[in-house]
């Protein structure tokens, strides 16, 4: 059986990557961190608080976050639930003004592919 390689767990300031959320249980390897491996072709990598003006946004532009789907054991997210969103959509809610918060310890660094850490810095969120 292959087993998937899984990236360094390093967050974007160069520690190691913290938990994102375990309630809902998130993350693309469902570990409740942001970590991500070749496979993850969405890089699901940038540990947001979501919020309802980002999950109206994110169901008009054809990813409804908000519904449950038992069938995949997703329970919806709604207003202040932390996610491990993927950096291509966060950036593309970023440029429309709709992108949340984030937490720089639990995003991983991967995300600096796609983000640069100064616009990171500037959503981070001032707990951790």
Request: with cysteine.
């Amino acid at each position: 059986m292959n087993r998937i390689a899984r990236d360094d767990a390093i967050n974007v300031m160069g520690g190691e990557l913290e938990p994102c959320s375990l309630e809902p249980v998130t993350g693309f390897f469902r570990d409740g961190c942001c970590n991500t491996c070749a496979e993850d072709l969405g890089s699901h990598t940038v540990c947001v608080e979501i919020t309802t003006r980002f999950l109206e946004y994110s169901r008009f532009t054809g990813n409804d976050l908000s519904s449950p789907m038992p069938e995949s054991s997703f329970p919806g997210l709604k207003e202040g639930d932390r996610w491990c969103l993927c950096a291509a959509r966060w950036l593309e809610a970023e440029g429309k003004g709709m992108a949340p918060r984030i937490f720089l310890k639990n995003t991983h660094i991967k995300a600096l592919e796609f983000i640069p850490l100064e616009l990171l810095e500037r959503y981070a969120a001032t707990i951790n």
